[in-house]
């Protein structure tokens, strides 16, 4: 008859025996767990969000300082402010470093230039006026640490009279002239453009913005024709299409560095839309987008109230 000891001695060894197998194998088993929670849960980065300057400041005579846009930013919980050209107080070097460093105090990033310009004239010395414009202007965000500008294609000038433009885009072209000879202008001084775009480091982001672009087909093969150059870029917005605006939407996202938002908070200035957010930001999310989306609160309601209430309707819809 075994004894007490001998009995506890084998308990022991069969113990130690489970525990040493379940030792070698666990590593194994925790790295096929987490390998599985991996893949089951890839991470996702947060769209994030700027505003833009002309949010509070649609062309008035006194204009918005952009240094309390800013501020706004700041204390709203923005990303980054994109500064409008035309809001700019001056072109020296000592204003651009203060908003450079405004920015950067505030911890937000200058994601993007907006200018104004068009390659659609007929007259070559306006179009290389134009060129001349955007060369400067690739300077102006160096200066200031933008890396993408926004360029527009332009327009006829011949239909934003006409009461249904911004409902139906349509423009004619001067007499003597086709709509393929602006898209061939647009490609000409976009190219010339990305010559030096490229240099700089600097995105030139073509806009879905009225005009020639308000149809998308020619939009498309304006980038399609330039995208091979690092520097070519498209910003979409989200508020100047003809007609139903998402399936136009999803179709040009896929190409999109940044996106701008409209709101209309108050009734547009130039025309009402009830875009429906969420729809845009599962298309946008989708399609792989990872961008900024910048606010362009284009309403007649303060921006003090409208601006905040964008926000919150764009994080909802983009990281909801």
Same mark, same amino acid.
């Given at each position: ?17 489970? @525990?040493?197998? =379940?030792? *070698? ?6 790295? !096929?767990? &987490?390998?599985?929670?991996? %893949? ?74 907006? @200018?104004?310009? =068009?390659? *659609? ?6 179009? !290389?006026? &134009?060129?001349?414009?955007? %060369? ?77 672009? =308000? ?5 498309e093969r304006i980038y399609t024709a330039l995208k091979d150059s690092p520097a070519m870029g498209l910003n979409l917005d989200t508020g100047n299409y003809v007609g139903d605006p998402y399936p136009q939407f999803e179709r040009l996202v896929g190409y999109a560095n940044i996106i701008q938002a409209k709101t209309y908070y108050g009734g547009g200035h130039y025309y009402d839309l009830d875009l429906d957010y969420p729809r845009i930001g599962k298309i946008a999310r989708d399609k ?21 209430? =964008? ?10």
């Amino acid at each position: 008859m075994e004894n007490s000891t001998s009995l506890s001695r084998r308990s022991w060894l069969k113990n130690a025996a489970v @525990i040493g197998a =379940s030792a *070698v194998a666990a590593p194994g088993l925790i790295a !096929k767990a &987490d390998a599985k929670a991996s %893949k089951a849960a890839p991470y996702t980065p947060p769209i994030r969000f700027a505003v833009s300057t002309y949010s509070y400041w649609h062309f008035e005579k006194v204009k918005y300082p952009i240094e309390k846009v800013i501020e706004n930013a700041s204390k709203l919980g923005f990303d980054g402010v994109e500064i409008l050209h035309r809001q700019m107080e001056s072109e020296e070097v000592p204003y651009m470093n203060k908003l450079k460093r405004l920015a950067f105090d505030a911890g937000l990033a200058l994601p993007m230039l907006s @200018i104004h310009q =068009s390659f *659609v004239q007929p007259d070559i010395e306006r179009r !290389k006026r &134009d060129i001349a414009h955007t %060369k400067r202007c690739i300077g102006l965000a160096v200066q200031m640490g933008i890396p993408c500008i926004r360029m527009n294609t332009g327009s006829w000038g011949t239909g934003r009279s006409a009461p249904d433009y911004y409902k139906t885009g349509k423009e004619t072209p001067l007499p003597g002239y086709t709509d393929e000879d602006a898209i061939k202008w647009c490609i000409d001084g976009l190219g010339e453009c990305l010559v030096d775009a490229e240099k700089a480091g600097v995105i030139l982001a073509i806009e879905n913005h009225w005009g020639l672009s =308000s149809n998308i087909d020619y939009l498309e093969r304006i980038y399609t024709a330039l995208k091979d150059s690092p520097a070519m870029g498209l910003n979409l917005d989200t508020g100047n299409y003809v007609g139903d605006p998402y399936p136009q939407f999803e179709r040009l996202v896929g190409y999109a560095n940044i996106i701008q938002a409209k709101t209309y908070y108050g009734g547009g200035h130039y025309y009402d839309l009830d875009l429906d957010y969420p729809r845009i930001g599962k298309i946008a999310r989708d399609k792989g987008f990872k961008g900024y989306v910048s606010l362009e609160m284009e309403g007649k309601e303060n921006p003090d109230i409208a601006v905040p209430k =964008s926000l919150e309707v764009l994080r909802n819809a983009f990281n909801g």
